[in-house]
């Protein structure tokens, strides 16, 4: 395939790669960051570890690259909106407007109604691209309410009926 080409068909398959929507967090030099992502990978139980895929013309980038430990809230789909404000339509501390936050044991800002929250140590990371992938080991886990995440697919948010 020519290279366009390979771009906008690589783009039309991960359409149908339904996500769900992550917020990453962190802190540095009394400063919070928050983005909103969905390249985020379980890595290994043993141990414990994530990775998270970061473009390094994020804001939250140089904190990442600085060693700057995280975490990785898995959002509700009662949560678009934080998703949104995490994805552009606000910037730094805006970003904390919503949702109900507090100081997780590593220093970085943990969603406390996220589905899930994974307090990860900042433990690897490469360049790849335009992008860093970055290993989180996985310390303390948090859980909240009932399985309903808020899910990407095709390009917009959604959820999923579980069939119990
Ligand atoms: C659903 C969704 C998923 C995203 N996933 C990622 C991701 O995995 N990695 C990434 O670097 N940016 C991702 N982004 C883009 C960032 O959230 C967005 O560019 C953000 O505004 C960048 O941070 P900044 O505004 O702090 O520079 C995603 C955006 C959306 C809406």
Known sequence: ??????AEMTKEGL????????????????????????????LS??????????????????VLDAKANFCINILSSAQERLSRLCSGESRG????SEGHWKDAS???PRLVDA?????????DNFEFGTH????????????????????YLSGTYTRVELER
Not at 1 to 6: G, I, P, R, T
Not at 45 to 62: E, F, G, Q, R, T
């Open 93 to 96: 501390e805006a970003r904390f």
């Open 1 to 6: 395939m020519d290279k366009n080409k390979l």
């Open 106 to 108: 590593n220093g970085a």
């Open 15 to 42: 359409r149908r790669l339904g996500k769900a929507v992550v917020v990453i967090t962190s802190q540095f030099e009394g400063q919070r960051y928050a983005m909103a992502a969905t390249a985020v990978s379980e």
């Open 45 to 62: 139980m043993d141990p414990p570890s994530l990775l998270i895929c970061v473009n390094k013309s994020a804001s939250i980038h140089p």
């Open 115 to 123: 589905q899930a929250c994974f307090v990860c140590t900042n433990s």
């Open 132 to 151: 860093s992938v970055f290993v989180g080991l996985i310390e303390t886990v948090h859980v909240f309410g009932e399985v309903d995440p808020l899910i």
